[in-house]
Antibody, heavy 122, light 107 residues
Framework: QITLKESGPTLVKPTQTLTLTCTFS??????????VGWIRQPPGKALEWLAL???????RYSPSLKSRLTITKDTSKNQVVLTMTNMDPVDTATYYC??????????????WGQGTLVTVSS | DIQMTQSPSSLSASVGDRVTITCRAS??????LNWYQQKPGKAPKLLIY???SLQSGVPSRFSGSGSGTDFTLTISSLQPEDFATYYC?????????FGPGTKVDIK
């Protein structure tokens, strides 16, 4: 079965760079059509899509955060890494990674990690 | 960007009620619309994809409809486990966006 798990620091200081790792099993990012995305959720607020990466290394970023985000994949390790630069307290959120499924060219997040809470504070 | 709105932002309902949540896109997105359910402290769960297709394992009391800019999620008979927040999400654009959510709580 497909599982994903996020890992990384729980606390970062303002201006620091956040690096989060999504380690997954049950699928391969070298398989055609497969993708992984990152989504975050500030406490008590809505979901916000951040970035995604596909098997062919096609990458997409949220326009509002594009300058601060980098997404990469390590197919051999079954991992996807998200880095976010210049962290600010408003970036405090639970960060999720999710598997991207698709049917009839409609893409959706069908499997999610448990999420990891990242707090930005000095 | 394609902006998504949802209405209402919250609603109170009783077990057994029929509940309808609306999602609207800022431009036509055909049927590239998905619905998620999220309970407190948990990751979102996919309910409906492609506007009206029920994800495997999701109870049949959930249904979705719509195309273009207007979509609805309907719960035909609300159950205790359905009290949660519901989000729509478009994938017409490769720059994905979620709606602001609709919280369904107990009346």
């Amino acid at each position: 079965q497909i599982t994903l798990k996020e890992s990384g620091p729980t606390l970062v200081k303002p201006t620091q760079t956040l690096t989060l790792t999504c380690t997954f099993s049950g699928f391969s990012l070298s398989t055609s059509g497969v993708g992984v995305g990152w989504i975050r959720q500030p406490p008590g607020k809505a979901l916000e899509w951040l970035a995604l990466i596909y098997w062919n290394d096609d990458k997409r970023y949220s326009p509002s955060l594009k300058s601060r985000l980098t997404i990469t994949k390590d197919t051999s390790k079954n991992q996807v890494v998200l880095t976010m630069t210049n962290m600010d307290p408003v970036d405090t959120a639970t960060y999720y990674c999710a598997h991207i499924g698709q049917q009839w060219l409609v893409y959706y997040f069908d499997y999610w990690g448990q999420g990891t809470l990242v707090t930005v504070s000095s | 960007d394609i902006q998504m709105t949802q209405s209402p932002s919250s609603l109170s309902a009783s077990v057994g009620d029929r509940v309808t949540i609306t999602c609207r896109a800022s431009q036509s997105i055909s049927s590239y619309l998905n619905w998620y359910q999220q309970k407190p402290g948990k990751a979102p769960k996919l309910l409906i994809y492609a506007a009206s297709s029920l994800q495997s394992g999701v109870p049949s009391r959930f249904s979705g409809s719509g195309s273009g800019t207007d979509f609805t999620l309907t719960i035909s008979s609300l159950q205790p486990e359905d009290f949660a927040t519901y989000y729509c999400q478009q994938s017409y654009s490769t720059l994905l966006t979620f709606g602001p959510g609709t919280k369904v709580d107990i009346k």
